[in-house]
Structure formats: structure tokens, C-alpha cells
Nanobody, 120 residues
Framework: QVQLVESGGGLVQPGGSLRLSCTAS????????MAWYRQAPGEERELVAL???????NYADSAMGRFTISRDNARNTIYLQMSSLKFEDTAVYYC??????????????WGKGTLVTVSS
């Protein structure tokens, strides 16, 4: 079985910073794209940032210039460094990854999410 486990969420003031981590564990043979999504109350889940296996990153407009996604392939881990946080960044942040697992096929996995609350 494969699990994605996020950590690093919490309460932060506007303008502050936070770093999220997500690690894939279990029967992981290979990982293609890894990404962060978020879902605010009453809203649909949206892509925040994505990083390919080669390290190429893409960002949502809302994250551009404030968030940085990075990846440690040796640890099957991605990070999301968030700075200049705004009230509207409040959401549950989910990790997502395309993982080649025990079936030897790539399948898409989700973590359970970590809550980020931006509040004064």
C-alpha cells in the first residue's frame, strides 16, 4: 500500500510563512508528478503547484511569486514553502502524486490533507 502523509500546517498571521511537507511511503517504485492542491471552505479543490520528476515546477497564478514547490526524490518528499500568506490562502492543503506501486502501474494518490489557517 502507498500513503501520502502531509505535515506542517497550522495557524499563521497574514504576511507570515509556513512550510508544508508530504512524504510518500509504502510500496513506491517510482513517482512521476507530485503536486499540492488546496480546498477552502465552500470551494472546489484547486491546484496550487506541481513539480515533475525532473524538478520542473508550475504554479497557479495565486501562488506565483509567493510559494515555492520543491522535491527530494531520495526521500519521496515534496515541500511547499509559502510566504506572504494571505487570508485567502486559508484552506486544507492536499498532496497528490502519480506513483508506480505494487501493481507496477502508475496510479494517482491523495493525502488526507493538512489545514492552513491564516488569521490575525
Amino acid at each position: 500500500q502507498v500513503q501520502l502523509v502531509e505535515s506542517g500546517g497550522g495557524l499563521v498571521q497574514p504576511g507570515g510563512s509556513l512550510r508544508l511537507s508530504c512524504t510518500a511511503s509504502g510500496t513506491v517504485f517510482d513517482i512521476n508528478n507530485m503536486a499540492w492542491y488546496r480546498q477552502a471552505p465552500g470551494e472546489e479543490r484547486e491546484l496550487v503547484a506541481l513539480v515533475s520528476s525532473s524538478g520542473h515546477a508550475n504554479y497557479a497564478d495565486s501562488a506565483m511569486g509567493r510559494f515555492t514547490i520543491s522535491r527530494d526524490n531520495a526521500r519521496n518528499t515534496i515541500y511547499l514553502q509559502m510566504s506572504s500568506l494571505k487570508f485567502e490562502d486559508t484552506a486544507v492543503y492536499y498532496c497528490n502524486a502519480d506513483i508506480r506501486d505494487y501493481t507496477s502501474r502508475f496510479r494517482n494518490y491523495w493525502g488526507k490533507g493538512t489545514l492552513v489557517t491564516v488569521s490575525s
